[in-house]
């Protein structure tokens, strides 16, 4: 399973403005309050690691003060919060929702990537589904697209690298379940999926060998032959080239060269 990532750093001020805090729980009643005490409040609970309390005061300064400038940056600061709860679904809400209203802010690079960082702390082991493998992928995708040079840019970059390494993980698994269940042509059709879309992983070589072992148990040699000169010529050094040409060799067939 991925290793969590490195905590994310807001890009906007955090300074309080003016008399803010403290107290020793959040009032859930309605109190009117201005705007530089009720945004001190919030960041004072952030700060003290009461991210769900902050996360409604937040929300408070954008309810009570929406026309502010501090309404805005309290949306952001409402995600990231939730982000720090690991209440990564309201985190992604709240995200979509500043991205909807403010599209254009000097902060949306920032927006975008916590919601992919909010995608990818929810990541799980190859055994069970990688729908949000998927989802971290995609956003971490649109990031770059959208954002080529921010400063997320390359943190995106190296998760995806790291999310595709899970989704062709994911992919072996199936197929060599497959291999077990003498569900050849299923097989083959994992692997030949890791070696067109996550050929950059380290998977491909294994992927390659699998599909050496799945063609010889259809019987189709001329396809295994392929699959071993391709893993000959980019791993010729690998367990997985050593193995192949060995089964290859038993089943009297040359590796092309």
Known sequence: MLRTALIVA?????????????????????????VNTLYSLA????????????????NEVERQH????????AMLMGAFAHYQDR???????ASQR???????????PYAHYLIAMSYYQQIEDISRDQSITASARDAFAELIRRYPT??????ARIKIDLVNDQLAG???????????QRKWLAATMRFRQVIEQYETT????????????????????AEAQKAAAVLGHNYPGSKWYERSYELMQKHGINVLS
């Open 202 to 221: 380290a998977h491909a070589p294994e992927a390659l060998h699998r599909l050496v072992e799945s063609y010889l148990a259809l019987g189709v040699p």
């Open 150 to 155: 921010s400063r997320y840019a390359g943190d």
């Open 10 to 34: 807001l890009p906007i001020a955090l300074a309080a403005c003016g008399g803010g805090g403290g107290g020793s729980g959040l009032d859930q009643s309605y109190v009117a309050r201005d």
């Open 170 to 180: 994911k992919e072996m698994e199936v197929g060599r379940f497959y291999q077990t």
């Open 43 to 58: 960041k004072e609970r952030l700060d003290r690691g009461r991210y769900e309390e902050a996360a409604d005061l937040f």
């Open 66 to 73: 929406p026309y502010s400038v501090w309404a805005r940056r």
């Open 87 to 93: 209440s990564f679904t309201d985190a992604i809400s």
């Open 98 to 108: 500043f991205l909807s209203i403010h599209p254009g802010n000097s902060d949306a």
